[in-house]
């Protein structure tokens, strides 16, 4: 892992992933405040889930393994709301949370993926293969129920870390599962909890086409 440093963190009710970019409505005075001083800095900024708890006026609890978001576009409202659009960067490990003030901050490393063996990166490319058209397959029965697919043209990238990060963000699952593939130890972990993902959508979608 990298060195410590301190960064300010947005808790959220969701999971922001590596490779995802997602709108943030910024409305509070502290977070208000962030946004002005990350725009004047670096632009980065940390993401955790609160898993108890609300986004608004503290008292959260907040996970401990989150994502680094790097502001690409950011508006201002004449009321001093921030309208940003983010990216997940990179994922982080919270190490100390600091004092709220004025809005929260806390120590963070960076977490990257292991380096992987020659073998091990050719199981991981021979492994990705069959998680992307399970992948394909639940977006294809979902389609048909009506759910949104993916961007236009997308494809995945040939590096397997990245584009595990790439599936996660576009399959459909909730904040605990995206969790759970963002605190996996490494990127073989993170395919195996994928794959397995993927084939509960799978079921429940062909169960919820054959009830019509």
Known sequence: ???????????????LLPTMVVPIHVFEPRYRKMAGD????????????????????????????????????????????WGLITGGVRRVRVRRWLEDDPYP?????????????????????AGLAPVVAAWRRV????????????????EASDDPSTALWQLAALSPLGPMDRQQLLAAADAAQRMEQ??????????????????G
């Open 139 to 154: 977006l294809a029965l979902r389609s048909e129920l009506g759910a949104p697919g993916p961007p236009a043209g997308f």
């Open 38 to 81: 990350c725009l004047a800095g670096d632009r980065e900024f940390g993401v955790v889930l609160i898993e108890r708890g609300s986004e608004v006026g503290g008292g959260d609890v907040r996970t401990d393994v989150g994502t680094v978001a790097r502001i690409i576009e950011a508006q201002e409202f004449p009321d001093g709301r």
């Open 105 to 125: 901050r806390a120590e963070v490393q960076d977490w990257p993926d292991g380096r992987l063996s020659d073998e091990e990166a050719e199981r991981a490319n």
């Open 1 to 15: 892992m990298g060195e410590r440093q301190a960064m300010a963190m947005f808790p959220l009710g969701m999971v």
């Open 194 to 211: 994928l794959a397995a993902l993927l084939a509960d959508a799978e079921e429940l979608a062909r169960a919820r086409i054959e009830m």
